[in-house]
Nanobody, 129 residues
Framework: QVQLVESGGGLVQPGGSLRLSCAAS????????MGWLRQAPGKEREFVAA????????YYADSVKARFTISRDNAKNTVYLQMNSLKPEDTAVYYC??????????????????????WGQGTQVTISS
């Protein structure tokens, strides 16, 4: 059974940092593209970042580029999202998601929810002074 468990959310002041983690189990993690998406109150879920199975550089939404970094440790079945220079508009529930979509393995086009098969329960991130 696929399980994705996020952790690391919380309340931080603007300009602060957080590191989210997502522990995966129940599937061949090293063969899946992993993504982070978020949903703010009253808004649709939006893409944040994704990283292909082999790792390397991820790809990002323009709103978080140069502030957020996605990484993965295939030995630990874990994907991370380092978030720096946080802004109030980053406030949202952050979801970890996985996909075995073939396109996602080789492109940077998997930027919508419908590419992803499985989801975690989400972790709340609140940026406020």
């Amino acid at each position: 059974q696929v399980q994705l468990v996020e952790s690391g959310g919380g309340l931080v002041q603007p300009g602060g940092s957080l590191r989210l983690s997502c522990a995966a189990s129940g599937f061949n993690f090293g063969s899946y593209t992993m993504g982070w998406l978020r949903q703010a109150p009253g808004k649709e879920r939006e893409f944040v970042a994704a990283i292909r199975p082999s790792g390397g550089n991820g790809y990002y939404a323009d709103s978080v580029k140069a502030r957020f970094t996605i990484s993965r440790d295939n030995a630990k079945n874990t994907v991370y999202l380092q978030m720096n220079s946080l802004k109030p508009e980053d406030t949202a529930v952050y979801y970890c998601a996985s996909t075995d979509n073939w396109t996602c393995r080789f492109t940077t086009t998997c930027r919508t929810s419908d590419y992803y098969n499985d989801w975690g329960q989400g972790t709340q991130v609140t940026i406020s002074s």
